[in-house]
Structure formats: structure tokens, C-alpha cells
């Protein structure tokens, strides 16, 4: 059996032990490994510069995880803001569905282009409230409209310089639509897919996507979105929006 000089001098040995080891760690990291990298090819391993740096890196692959994610909400969060469902009625009946969204504090908004029939009227609903809205102007070959609606101290879409965009970019689609009395909103995330000979995004889903603006991971605007037969996305860039409402 162990006498109790005996469980001391254990005791304190294995903290001598615990003791070196924590200096040595210690010494190893903040001066051997930095000294190290002074020379080649240490200099070249990045971890090996990170730990030179007091920068360490814990799971990199989830941190960069939880950073896009959170991106994408800031960005859905700050287009959605300026989103609206548009409905085209005649005689009581749907005729045509868009989204939309807000250009201007005062009520001008952006849309698909679409023919209104004689006696139509063109409802803008945001968040629980529907305006009637008036057409403003129309570019028949850019397929794009500006309605109108009584109302003040809206949130605004701020644009994009689409001149930066890159292929792979990831961007967004935010959409709304008007089912019975509920409004909701509708995203879809997607990335450039071209830029030429026209830009085109990989979106799966275009239910209602017709004029929804499509934004970058910032939030800000890049155009309207138009879509295809086939489905595919198209985008009335920025600079034609800013076009017509300067007309």
C-alpha cells in the first residue's frame, strides 16, 4: 500500500508534468512555430502563417457555413421589405399575377409589362394592406411596367452595380402573391449561371416570379426577373428600371 508521502509526491509530480507541458504549448505556438515560419518552406503552409498571426481557425468549413446562411436571411430580409403581390382584375376576375417591388418612399413600383384590357384595374397588396394602383409607363419591348399606389414612408429597393457580377455569384429571388386573403412571400436562391450572351441564374422554382426582383448576397437589387416557357430566369437589368422612371 501507498503511504500518504507516497500520494503527495505522485500528486505533485504529475503537476510538475501538467505545469511543463502548458509552458511548453505555450512556448511551441507563440514562438517556435512563429520563428519557423521564417524560413522555407514553412512560410508557404497556412496554418502554419495563421498560427504566426494569433489567428486561429476552428472548423472553417462550418464557420463559412453559418455565414452564408446568415447572409442570405439579411438579404432576403431587406429585399422582402420592398416586395408586392400585383394582380390584374376584370370583371372581378384574375387575369394576370406578378410580383413587384418598390422603387420609390411615395408608391412607384416596379413590374412585369402586361396588356390591360379595357375596364381591367391592377391591385398592389404588401403585407396584409391592397391599394388600387395606376399605370404609369410601359416598356413593351423590355416587358416592364410602372404602376402606382397611393401611399407614403415606403421601404425602397436599393440597386445593384451589375457591372461586378460574377459567374457562380450567388444571388436571390423574392417574390410575393395574393391566395384568397392571405399574402406571402416566396424566395428562391440560385447563382449566375451566364453572363453572355445574356445573364441567366439557375433558380428551380419561377411560380409568380415574373416581376420579383432577383438581388446579390447583399440585398441589393439587380433587376426584374421575366421568366420563359421553359422556365428558365431572365433579368430586366437595374439600368432599364432607372431608364423608365426617367422618361
Not at 514553412?42 to 486561429?56: A, G, I, M, P, R
Not at 409568380?208 to 422556365?231: M, S, W
Amino acid at each position: 500500500m501507498f503511504k500518504k508521502k507516497d500520494y503527495k509526491r505522485i500528486i505533485g509530480f504529475w503537476v510538475i508534468v501538467f505545469l511543463v507541458a502548458g509552458f511548453s504549448g505555450v512556448f511551441f505556438s507563440r514562438t517556435f512555430l512563429p520563428w519557423l515560419t521564417s524560413f522555407e518552406p514553412f512560410n508557404k503552409v497556412e496554418w502554419l502563417c495563421n498560427v504566426k498571426d494569433n489567428t486561429t481557425i476552428i472548423n472553417k468549413t462550418e464557420k463559412l457555413y453559418i455565414s452564408e446562411g446568415t447572409a442570405y436571411q439579411e438579404a432576403i430580409s431587406r429585399v422582402g421589405n420592398t416586395v408586392v403581390a400585383v394582380r390584374v382584375e376584370r370583371a372581378g376576375r384574375v387575369s394576370l399575377e406578378h410580383s413587384g417591388f418598390i422603387l420609390t418612399n411615395d408608391g412607384l413600383i416596379a413590374t412585369a409589362n402586361f396588356s390591360l384590357p379595357k375596364g381591367a384595374k391592377i391591385l398592389v397588396s404588401r403585407d396584409g394592406q391592397e391599394y388600387e394602383a395606376q399605370l404609369i409607363k410601359q416598356d413593351a419591348t423590355g416587358d416592364l411596367a410602372l404602376v402606382k399606389i397611393e401611399a407614403n414612408n415606403l421601404p425602397v429597393a436599393d440597386f445593384s452595380d451589375n457591372s461586378n457580377l460574377s459567374l457562380g455569384e450567388r444571388v436571390v429571388l423574392v417574390g410575393a402573391a395574393k391566395t384568397g386573403e392571405s399574402f406571402a412571400k416566396f424566395v428562391d436562391l440560385g447563382i449566375v449561371k451566364t453572363l453572355l450572351p445574356k445573364l441567366s441564374f439557375s433558380f428551380s422554382e419561377t411560380f409568380l416570379a415574373d416581376g420579383a426582383p432577383i438581388a446579390n448576397i447583399e440585398g441589393r437589387v439587380l433587376g426584374l426577373a421575366l421568366t420563359e416557357k421553359d422556365g428558365s430566369v431572365n433579368l430586366v437589368g437595374q439600368e432599364k428600371i432607372k431608364e423608365l422612371m426617367n422618361k
